[in-house]
């Protein structure tokens, strides 16, 4: 059942999500920039929300459970469709547990397409003129002994394997590749209180992610108003 619904979840049924609010969005008058969090249940979840010195809007565009493949199809709408200043995404971990149920070339097709969709959306946007800040993949925290009979260790290298890999997306001058480990972890371990369970942040997790990425994203907001 684990299994299926993980695979399930590679179906596109999210495109429209956000269709009104970015018909608004879209139809009124921009008077300040605009910043997109784009993603899975880490940016749908976001809160507290970022803490900028400027008068930047935020639009958060997560959905909890996404792959990257659902992801791709709405990119256009919920991101570049909205001519945003600055877009930080977090996605990928849905597609990587998935891949570490499985094995060989099933396996390693689920970890290519997740690298392919995220440099991508990096270059895209970054095509467009949008700052990207693409963060690494947050790995999983322990799971609880229950969740072991569906659960692989093999997860943790997975996620290490693509955030080496997506790396180099940084290589364009609009794309910068944070490392989200260092707002949240120490010594290879989890600080405490920042996660609420295997896949999930806390809200002391936002806390760090806000601290570590609102200096940067105020940096680009004033370079892109010069």
Known sequence: MYISAKVFATRPDNVD???DLNASLASGPRTSPLVVLFGDSRIAFWSPGLDLRSSARIANRGIEGETTEQMSLRFENDVLALRPNVVVIQAGINDLVGASLVRGDVRNAIVER???NLTGFAQRAAGRGIDVVLLTIIPPA???LYRWLVWDSAIWDIVDSVNDRIASA???GHVSVVDSRAALMSNGS???GVTRDTLH???AGYV???EMLAPKIDDLLAHAVQ
């Open 170 to 172: 940084a290589s364009d």
């Open 201 to 203: 942040l806390a809200a």
């Open 190 to 192: 989890w600080n405490p």
């Open 114 to 116: 997740c690298v392919a």
């Open 17 to 19: 999500r956000y269709a």
């Open 142 to 144: 322990r799971p609880p």
């Open 208 to 210: 760090r992610l806000n």
